[in-house]
């Protein structure tokens, strides 16, 4: 018999595993600079480089007005990666080329000590 959650936890695993395999062999062709960097419990999560692993699951409890500036990381599963490039005027952009997957809490949750791993 296979355990409905251990199954659900390999295919999120997987799912990582085949991210991190078709990113590091995009980064590898390509002649940019990149910079990795996971995010640290407690940072404010900031959708342009963050990605909530939780969210798809709690839209369909709420509303997606209920996301404001009071969520937190409560973990950060994958890093963001940026490609740095070099503009026409000689000025360097970064380029978000994959967001952080990170889990969230609210700034007042009570379980802020608890560490909800999605994998």
Do not use: H
Not at 55 to 67: C, I, V
Not at 74 to 82: D, G, I, M, N, T
Not at 99 to 104: D, N, P, R
Request: charged share 30%; net charge negative.
């Amino acid at each position: 018999m296979d355990d409905p959650k251990a199954s659900k936890r390999n295919q999120k695993l997987s799912t990582i595993v085949k991210r991190a395999a078709r990113l590091a062999v995009e980064v590898s062709q390509q002649p940019y600079w990149f910079s990795f960097f996971a995010t640290p419990p407690g940072e404010q999560f900031d959708p342009y480089y963050m990605e909530d692993v939780e969210r798809k699951a709690l839209l369909n409890e709420e509303g997606p007005d209920t996301y404001q500036d009071d969520r937190r990381v409560s973990l950060s599963v994958f890093p963001c990666v940026r490609r740095q490039e070099q503009g026409e005027n000689g000025n360097a952009t970064e380029i978000v080329i994959n967001k952080a997957w990170v889990t969230v809490e609210m700034r007042d949750s009570q379980d802020a000590a608890e560490t909800r791993i999605v994998v």
